[in-house]
């Protein structure tokens, strides 16, 4: 039962600025207790107190959502922490609400709202709501920000001198919490102590992470503690922050006298390395923990060979997953963006929901989406998006809208989440289809293949021709809209005669002589995969020529390449596929591994064999799209994929692809069933393989010629 929309939403006065206020209410309870409620939210995010108990373990609540149209309320059973005579207090920060995230200012002043529903023994009931009767202090926090960090003043203590003014908030946008908890996930360790060359101190975690840092220091009252972050040291192994860009990502402390233990509150950081600024006395490693913070999504897939560099691969896809999603799929965790780019997630998506179980989290996510989309069906280029003047959609980033939605069917089976967000993808396609002319999407505000390496100098954009990319996903999308249509029941036959013209306009306008027109590797890895091409053969012979003619490397950008090694592996050449994910000269996945990534970098080139750094205006180590790769690992090489026609694996197909090069391969999910592996590994000039199969599923198993149906067991087989 919702009862929140009983209280109002209270702030401070507004020239407090970025100090977080402190709001405080306190109540007697007057009998013995059935149940005490606690519903609360904030126009930023918020910490509460009972009695000096923290309320729920989640941090960084409610999260980021389209606050014009969906702001969510966490609900705590908040029963123990009550006695006779309590006191709330609720603290709350700028949050994403009231920092200035990427082109917008803040959207306004913090604010709290909150209702506790207490509900006696003897069936009485009591609510307590926000409202101008709760005091307000300015809190020990004087400054809080997303990008910017966080200034506290130790020696604070709040006086609540005075009250809280009622804000005007449309109260309809709150809705109960759909997607995953933020929490505290893990506690890292300072792993090593260095003094720069230019003098610095500097501590090294080990890991480049998303959360913050909690330190303990010992020194006296107006003493300071300044500490900046980074995820890398440059060639010289000096502290670099140029790559933050405008986040300033600094803490600064104050003390009071005696030992005393911080961390921030309201806001996070993506760093592998902190700089301390100043500290007063002795810097001892055990006083510095690095807290891993995400939305708290369980872990599902597991890859790991026989190759420690591709396990190390593996292991930074998953820590580029963690340190990205924090309540949405943002691009990077550091620099002054961190936002829900629609492409990175449409890129990411199938290999996210292999890793982690993600349903909760894209169906948070994809709402907020829904409620982006403008009113001509176009997708903002991030969600959530608060940004109504700039109206941008851009290709295979709004193709999120159809994407994202028909992977987490296919992973979780949720026919009724499908139905639900159908519109939203017939609504995309509607918008390109009002864009194009003659079926090829013309104009366009388009990102390309984003970092492809057969940029032109000085931009940031692949070679590939930006409405021949556009064409290709609206020519998927449609296929995707006519599926889902399918699936629910619904009619889908305009988007299926709307195939056929597409592709005719594809193959027509660009390719001639059975030749793509635009010769680059990403051209031809669309045209194969999407299905598009009517002569598949001799593109993928060009395709093969092309990664041979760069040395067996890729050139593929955002777009080109989470579909490459497909496109290879369709065209009957998963052995080049293997080439590239062994590939470990520049550009190629574990070039980052060699050079001591341990997430995934945004850029190929991120960090040059020479040492030096692609320019500091984008350039984050820890951008999850290319570990799309993973899903390629779990579908073909271990060859574990569903099936369209039974989602969420009820029936599925064991088809791996064992290459030599790689002595082995292991590779299981957790799906709603239980536990699918399957792993192959070279002995005595045979494969051996080992495959399970869940109870209330079926398989079907592939090896050469050879196919059967299995159902629940563990099965070993053996192939020449
Ligand atoms: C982000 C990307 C994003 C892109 C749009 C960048 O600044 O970090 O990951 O998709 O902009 O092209």
Redesign the pocket.
């Known amino acids: 039962m919702s009862f929140i929309k009983e209280a109002k939403f209270i702030s401070a006065d507004p020239a407090w600025g970025s100090t977080a206020p402190k709001f405080k209410k306190n109540f007697s309870i007057s009998g013995r207790i059935k149940s005490a409620e606690l519903q609360i939210s904030a126009l930023g995010v918020f910490e509460a107190f009972i009695n000096g108990e923290r309320v729920g373990e989640d941090v960084l609540a409610p999260g980021w959502t389209e606050y014009y149209s969906r702001l969510l309320y966490r609900s705590y059973d908040v029963k123990s922490l009550l006695s006779t005579e309590n006191e709330i207090t609720v603290g709350v920060g700028c949050g994403w609400y009231a920092s200035a995230m990427m082109g917008r200012e803040s959207l306004g002043n913090p604010a709290l709202i909150a209702a506790l529903l207490i509900t006696y023994e003897d069936e009485r009931s009591e609510l307590l709501v926000t409202d101008e009767s709760w005091l307000v202090a300015k809190s020990e926090v004087t400054y809080t920000d997303i990008y910017n960090g966080e200034v506290c003043d130790g020696r604070i203590v709040p006086r609540f001198d005075s009250h809280a003014q009622a804000l005007d908030f449309n109260k309809n946008t709150l809705t109960a919490t759909d997607g995953e908890l933020i929490m505290e996930v893990e506690r890292i360790q300072a792993k090593r102590l260095i003094k720069t060359p230019s003098g610095e101190t500097v501590i090294d975690f080990g890991q480049n992470l998303t959360g913050y840092l909690e330190f303990s220091v010992n020194g006296k009252s107006g003493d300071t503690v300044e500490i900046s972050h980074a995820e890398i040291l440059d060639k010289d192994g000096n502290f670099y922050t140029e790559n933050y860009r405008g986040a300033r990502a600094k803490l600064i402390y104050t003390l009071r006298d005696g030992e005393q233990t911080y961390k921030p509150h309201y806001t996070f950081f993506g760093f592998r390395y902190i700089r301390l600024d100043s500290y007063p006395g002795v810097v001892n490693l055990e006083n510095f923990t690095a807290i891993v913070v995400h939305s708290d999504i369980k872990r599902t897939g597991f890859l790991t060979s026989s190759n420690a560099k591709l396990n190390k691969l593996f292991d930074n896809i998953i820590w580029g997953q963690r340190g990205n999603f924090l309540d949405i799929p943002t691009?990077?965790p550091q620099r002054n963006?961190r936002c829900g780019?629609t492409?990175?997630a449409q890129v990411f998506c199938r290999t996210a929901n292999l890793n982690f179980n993600c349903n909760r989290f894209f169906k948070k996510w994809l709402r907020d989406l829904a409620a982006a989309q403008f009113e001509d069906g176009g997708i903002p280029?991030f969600v959530p998006h608060t940004q109504p003047s700039c109206h941008m959609a851009s290709a295979a980033?709004g193709d999120a809208a159809t994407v994202v939605p028909y992977e987490h069917y296919m992973a979780y089976g949720d026919k009724d989440f499908l139905k639900e967000m159908f519109p939203v993808m017939r609504g995309w396609v509607d918008y390109i289809e009002s864009h194009s002319e003659n079926y090829i999407w013309v104009g366009g505000n388009h990102?390309g293949d984003?970092l492809g390496l057969d940029a032109p100098f000085g931009s940031y954009k692949g070679s590939t021709d930006e409405e021949l990319i556009a064409t290709a996903f609206f020519y998927h999308s449609a296929e995707l809209v006519a599926k889902a249509a399918h699936i629910i029941g619904a009619d889908g036959s305009h988007y299926e005669e709307l195939l056929p013209k597409i592709k005719a306009a594809f193959n027509k306008k660009y390719i001639e002589n059975g030749k793509m027109k635009c010769d680059t590797q990403t051209a031809h890895v669309l045209a194969i995969h999407f299905g598009i091409a009517e002569n598949k053969v001799s593109l993928g012979k060009r395709l093969v020529e092309l990664i041979e003619d760069a040395g067996d490397t890729l050139k593929t950008g955002?777009v080109g390449t989470p579909y490459l090694l497909d496109a290879l592996t369709e065209i009957g050449r998963a052995d080049k596929a293997y080439t590239l994910l062994l590939q470990e000269k520049f550009p190629s996945w574990l070039y980052s591994v060699n050079q001591g990534a341990t997430t995934i970098w945004?850029h190929w080139d991120g960090i040059r064999e020479d040492g030096s750094l692609w320019s500091s205006s984008?350039n984050?180590f820890n951008?999850y799209?290319y570990g799309s790769v993973a899903a390629w690992v779990y579908r073909t090489a271990a060859g574990i994929r569903y099936d369209e026609s039974a989602p969420a694996y009820k029936h599925f197909v064991l088809e791996p692809k064992p290459d030599p090069r790689l002595g082995s391969l292991s590779a299981r999910i957790m799906t709603v069933h239980g536990e699918i592996a399957s792993e192959w590994r070279y002995e005595d000039g045979y494969v051996r393989y080992n495959f399970t199969v869940p109870e209330g599923t079926v398989a079907t198993v592939k090896i050469g010629e050879k196919i059967e149906e299995l159902g629940a067991g563990k099965y070993t087989r053996c192939s020449k």
Request: glycine residues 6%; charged residues 30%; aromatic residues 32%.
């Open positions: 691009d990077c963006e780019w492409g990175d280029r980033w990102f984003w955002f945004e984008m984050s951008h799209a």
